[in-house]
């Protein structure tokens, strides 16, 4: 199959493609928020640790990486398939993905680190997010109920509001 648009405007297209605060990992960071963790995203443990990933939650030991179902090869998943054109090379290029992927998560466990994987699939549907709200917790670490009380706490403190006699 022939491609539809010229090769510079691929190259493009394709250049346009962001690696880093994505529209899932934002959705991600605010729900791990939301739920009272706080988190580094461009800190110094991000760059350090092996392939640099999304989210660090340095109080738990805890990496995030967002993947992209496309993109790294998720298996069984609707939205991963290969493209029908150049196939070989898109094959190629999807296993190298899921090889690094691989290492990388085994040099952040042997670190010591508990790295999660979260993939874009577990988070397309308003119902699929709030399962995975209510999971976050017991894949981070903790009990179900502790970061339920956090975002019950979070939701209950005033924000915003002044105290009397200040500016």
Known sequence: MVDTVSEAQRSYNMSRIRSKNTKPERLIRSVLHRLGYRFTVNGPKNRKLPGKPDIVLPK???????????WHGHEGCKDFRLPKSRT?????????NRARDARNLAAVRALGWRAL????????????LEALRSSLPA?????????????VAEEAAPYGKRRAGKR
């Open 60 to 70: 738990y030991r805890t990496v995030v990486f967002v993947h992209g179902c496309f």
């Open 139 to 151: 894949r981070i670490g903790l009990p179900p109920e502790i970061g339920e009380e956090r975002a």
């Open 88 to 96: 070989d090379w898109w094959r190629a290029k999807i296993d190298r």
């Open 117 to 128: 994987v979260i993939w874009t699939c577990e988070f397309n549907t308003v119902a699929k």
